[in-house]
């Protein structure tokens, strides 16, 4: 199993650009997280889907911030318009209730920065 | 509501001390899962252990313990005989079912294990 697969690795772009950010779950997991890692804020949930369906996106920051899920196998988190503050690493993770013993399963994730 | 608390910010210990890793919880449910990550300076986040609400017994896995006491609210995560490769921060995590299972995590321990 290749585990989560997140890309970019690393994103640069300039303030006012739209970013998409992409996640493939693991396969036959039907939960997955959106998870954003600052300094100052540490490690935040944004949203989290469940077969494919968000179920809570209470911690999306603002209008900006948008997620999907169109199958199984794919998510993206797009930020657009970017701004400085939402420099970050973005991490994706997936779990399902079996795996619920082995933990969840993050991303590398994403090392945002926006200039 | 759930908060999770690691009261440490940074420890540094010298090499093959043994090192104790605080986490108190808040939650108002009685099923809950407790975790702990592990986050190198390379920055993908390694799961370590689950524990259940409804399991008290602690676990030892190698150099790696916890001891969870429900009365106290605390998973503390023990490193005996600690290593340089043990310097990483460290993530205590709460969740339940109400929250889809969706970590909840502490601000995190930087642990740092000198030579």
């Known amino acids: 199993d290749a585990g989560v697969i997140q890309s970019p690795r690393h994103e640069v772009t300039e303030m006012g650009q739209e970013v998409t950010l992409r996640c493939k779950p693991i396969?036959?997991?039907?939960?997955l997280f959106w998870y954003r890692q600052t300094m100052m804020r540490g490690l935040e949930l944004l949203i989290y889907?469940?077969?494919?369906?968000?179920?809570?996106d209470s911690g999306m920051p603002e209008d900006r911030f948008s997620a999907k899920m169109p199958n199984a196998s794919f998510s993206t988190l797009k930020i657009q318009p970017s701004e400085p503050r939402d420099s970050a690493v973005y991490f994706c993770?997936?779990?399902?209730?079996?795996?619920?013993?082995?933990?969840?399963?993050f991303g590398s994730g994403t090392r945002l920065t926006v200039v | 509501a759930q908060k999770v608390t690691q009261a440490q910010t940074e420890i540094s210990v010298v090499e093959k001390e043994d090192v104790t890793l605080d986490c108190v919880y808040e939650?108002?449910?009685?099923?809950?899962?407790l975790f702990w990550y592990k986050q190198p300076p390379s920055g993908e986040l390694v799961f370590l252990i689950r524990?259940?609400?409804?399991?008290?017994q602690n676990e030892i896995s190698g150099r790696y313990s916890w001891n969870f006491q429900k009365s106290t609210s605390s998973f503390n995560f023990t490193i005996t005989a600690s290593q340089v490769v043990d310097s990483a921060v460290y993530f205590c995590?709460?969740?339940?079912?109400?929250?889809?299972?969706?970590?909840?995590f502490g601000k995190g321990t930087s642990l740092l294990v000198t030579p």
């Open positions: 396969s036959g997991h039907d939960y």
């Open positions: 889907f469940n077969n494919n369906v968000p179920i809570d």
């Open positions: 939650t108002r449910d009685t099923t809950y899962y």
């Open positions: 995590a709460l969740a339940n079912s109400n929250s889809g299972y969706a970590l909840n």
């Open positions: 524990r259940n609400s409804f399991d008290e």
């Open positions: 993770a997936s779990s399902s209730r079996t795996a619920l013993n082995y933990g969840y399963t």
